[in-house]
């Protein structure tokens, strides 16, 4: 049972790469999140995705993209990489959103544009 | 709009000493409050679940409490040990129309000397 992992752990890209942030988690849970963490700014929620199917916009989603592939897999894109997205990405799962559940981090993506 | 502060920002203390980590928000229409550990590049952990309807929760040596009238949490650790070294977030879960979001403070960054 690895809970949730994400790939890769680094990441290095030019302004202007685009790259996709890969997010599975084998709990059966029905919600999964995106964050991002930055120092001074705490957490900041870039989507989410309440179930399977649907998706929705959190408090920072300009210059990204989301699937939710299945239950078990959630990704993120960045279509045109630019400096202010260089930031520690997590993603979340908890077993539902509406209700008050708990949500399970991954390890993050360390992620760098230059 | 929800917001989370977290005082202190950094906590030094001498192992076996018993200590306690603050948390307000400033909207008390929430769901529940999480704390989280999180190590030097790491993920978070969860450590505490306190649903908006409960008081306090424990987990071995932590005990966290919850007063929703007054927007406050504490995190109360006892008999600190080296290992405690982390940096410890706490984050509500808001009532919203769609889905519900954690919202987090910045942390308290603390420091077990032995």
């Given at each position: 049972?690895?809970?949730?992992?994400?790939?890769?752990?680094?990441?290095?890209?030019?302004?202007?790469?685009?790259?996709t942030?890969?997010?599975?988690?084998?709990?059966?849970?029905?919600?999964?999140y995106?964050?991002?963490?930055?120092?001074?700014?705490?957490?900041?929620?870039?989507?989410?995705?309440?179930?399977?199917?649907t998706?929705?916009?959190?408090?920072?989603p300009?210059?990204?993209?989301?699937?939710?592939?299945?239950?078990?897999?959630?990704?993120?894109?960045?279509?045109?990489?630019?400096?202010?997205?260089?930031?520690?990405?997590?993603?979340?799962?908890?077993?539902?959103?509406?209700?008050?559940?708990?949500?399970?981090?991954?390890?993050?993506?360390?992620?760098?544009?230059? | 709009?929800?917001?989370v502060?977290?005082?202190?920002?950094?906590?030094?203390?001498?192992?076996?000493?018993?200590?306690?980590?603050?948390?307000?928000?400033?909207?008390?229409?929430?769901?529940?409050?999480?704390?989280?550990?999180?190590?030097?590049?790491?993920?978070?952990?969860?450590?505490?679940?306190?649903?908006?309807?409960?008081?306090?929760?424990?987990?071995?040596?932590?005990?966290?409490s919850?007063?929703?009238?007054?927007?406050?949490?504490?995190?109360?650790?006892?008999?600190?040990?080296?290992?405690?070294?982390?940096?410890?977030?706490?984050?509500?879960?808001?009532?919203?129309?769609?889905g519900?979001?954690?919202?987090?403070?910045?942390?308290?960054?603390?420091?077990?000397?032995?």
């Amino acid at each position: 049972n690895a809970g949730v992992t994400q790939t890769p752990k680094f990441q290095v890209l030019k302004t202007g790469q685009s790259m996709t942030l890969q997010c599975a988690q084998d709990m059966n849970h029905n919600s999964m999140y995106w964050y991002r963490q930055d120092p001074g700014m705490g957490l900041r929620l870039i989507y989410y995705s309440a179930s399977e199917g649907t998706t929705d916009k959190g408090e920072v989603p300009n210059g990204y993209n989301v699937s939710r592939l299945n239950k078990r897999e959630f990704s993120l894109r960045l279509e045109s990489a630019a400096p202010s997205q260089t930031s520690v990405y997590f993603c979340a799962s908890s077993q539902g959103a509406v209700n008050s559940y708990e949500q399970y981090f991954g390890p993050g993506t360390r992620l760098t544009v230059t | 709009k929800q917001e989370v502060t977290q005082i202190p920002a950094a906590l030094s203390v001498p192992e076996g000493e018993n200590l306690v980590l603050n948390c307000s928000f400033t909207d008390s229409a929430i769901y529940n409050l999480q704390w989280f550990r999180q190590d030097p590049g790491k993920g978070l952990t969860s450590l505490l679940l306190i649903q908006s309807s409960q008081r306090e929760q424990t987990s071995g040596r932590l005990n966290a409490s919850l007063d929703k009238s007054s927007g406050r949490s504490t995190l109360y650790i006892a008999a600190s040990q080296p290992g405690d070294s982390a940096t410890y977030l706490c984050a509500v879960r808001r009532r919203e129309t769609s889905g519900s979001r954690l919202t987090f403070g910045e942390g308290t960054q603390l420091t077990v000397n032995p």
